[in-house]
């Protein structure tokens, strides 16, 4: 059963925005914690943002002013606003999804943001 499911990536050129998008098909969705994670290959996943379930955000150093994680818990989506994209932010992004009081963690399949002139 799909649980996570993001959207939204693309090819994009360098100053340029994209929204990714994490449609959760989640009970309660409104006591989990999201987070958008990315990963380059042969490196490390890199945790980009993160909302918990009270509202609270955490955003890496490389991205901090230029993205922004929002929620809407009525949709059950997550979403991320990523602005003065470079070319270092070139990765898949997964959205993750973790329930309050608990270890267990939900991941999406990933989505591909390119960012090349």
């Known amino acids: 059963q799909v649980q996570l499911v993001e959207s939204g990536g693309g090819l994009v050129q360098p100053g340029g925005s994209l929204r990714l998008s994490c449609a959760a098909s989640?009970?309660?969705?409104?006591?989990?914690?999201v987070a958008w994670y990315r990963q380059v290959p042969g490196n490390e996943r890199e945790l980009v943002a993160r909302?918990?379930?009270?509202?609270?955000?955490f955003y890496g150093d490389s991205v901090k002013g230029r993205f922004t994680i929002s929620r809407d818990n009525a949709k059950n989506t997550a979403y991320l606003q990523m602005s003065g994209l470079i070319p270092e932010d070139t990765a898949v992004y997964f959205c993750?999804?973790?329930?309050?009081?608990?270890?267990?963690?939900?991941w999406g399949q990933g989505a591909q943001v390119t960012v090349s002139s």
């Open positions: 993750s999804a973790q329930r309050r009081l608990t270890t267990y963690i939900i």
């Open positions: 989640l009970s309660r969705f409104d006591l989990y914690a």
């Open positions: 909302i918990s379930s009270e509202g609270t955000y």
